[in-house]
């Protein structure tokens, strides 16, 4: 009697071939030398060449950067980059992007999303129970109010549970306020740190410099924390804190850079 073949044998396929994997979409890398410099001909700022270059938006703008420290970064997160590009890795590029490919409107709109997290504010919705989690979020969450108040004059109402809160006009109007006079740069920095962190306080701290982004995301997750330490970290939570964590860093050092 023959022995039965196996699946290799019956595709065709030498012992111990693997199927192939699937594709690396990723766009493979077309430059060896990225260099940071002064705008030159394409006027005041910085900018970042690749091989000579010069780095452009998606819309096709010339990447001119407001100072040298913005622009290291930015030809950091390039030469950082291996055989393939990897967008998810370079917040920095990124947030430079979206920043001159938005118009006035996109400004506006980014103020008012500020205004709109500030009214559902992470900081300001605290657990019933269990105590350990109830004295966390204090812990973590009461300085952030606290400091705004003293900082801004704009005072926040905590609630517990589920039901949504009214949190004074004052206070929305203060964040508002705060991101409207902010330059088109500083703008993006705050409103990305505002979405990622689900906080217009924390990102405010992050914003003015009282915390960094490792700092940010630790205090965006005070929930996400205590449930881990209790039933452990599946894999796709993970991969979903990895994600914030690098905007939020990504954000931070945007904003740091900024003010160097």
């Not at 006027?43 to 819309?59: C, H, I, Q, S």
Request: net charge negative; aromatic share 6%.
């Amino acid at each position: 009697m023959s022995k039965e073949k196996s699946l290799e044998e019956r595709l065709g396929m030498k012992p111990g071939l693997k199927l192939p994997e699937p594709e690396d979409r990723r766009p493979k890398r077309f430059y060896k030398a990225v260099e940071a410099g002064e705008g030159g001909e394409l006027g005041e700022g910085w900018t970042v060449r690749l091989d000579g270059r010069v780095l452009r938006t998606p819309k096709r703008e010339a990447l001119l950067l407001p100072n040298r420290a913005l622009a290291e970064a930015v030809a950091e997160e390039w030469s950082a980059q291996g055989e393939r590009i990897d967008p998810a890795g370079m917040p920095v590029t990124r947030l430079s992007f979206v920043t001159l490919d938005r118009d006035a409107s996109g400004d506006a709109a980014a103020i008012a999303e500020a205004a709109k997290y500030a009214g559902t504010d992470l900081v300001c919705y605290r657990a019933e129970e269990p105590a350990d989690l109830v004295a966390a979020q204090a812990q973590a969450w009461d300085p952030v109010i606290d400091w705004a108040r003293a900082r801004f004059d704009i005072d926040f109402v905590v609630a517990t549970g589920l039901l949504p809160v009214d949190q004074p006009e004052t206070a929305i109007e203060g964040v508002r306020g705060y991101a409207a006079q902010l330059d088109r740069w500083a703008l993006t920095g705050y409103v990305q740190a505002v979405a990622t962190s689900g906080s217009a306080l924390i990102a405010l701290m992050l914003a003015e410099g009282e915390i960094d982004g490792e700092q940010a995301f630790e205090l965006s997750r005070i929930d996400e924390t205590h449930q881990e330490a209790l039933w452990g970290q599946d894999a796709e939570a993970a991969e979903r804190a990895a994600a914030v964590r690098t905007e939020l860093l990504g954000a931070g050092r945007f904003i740091a850079a900024l003010k160097a």
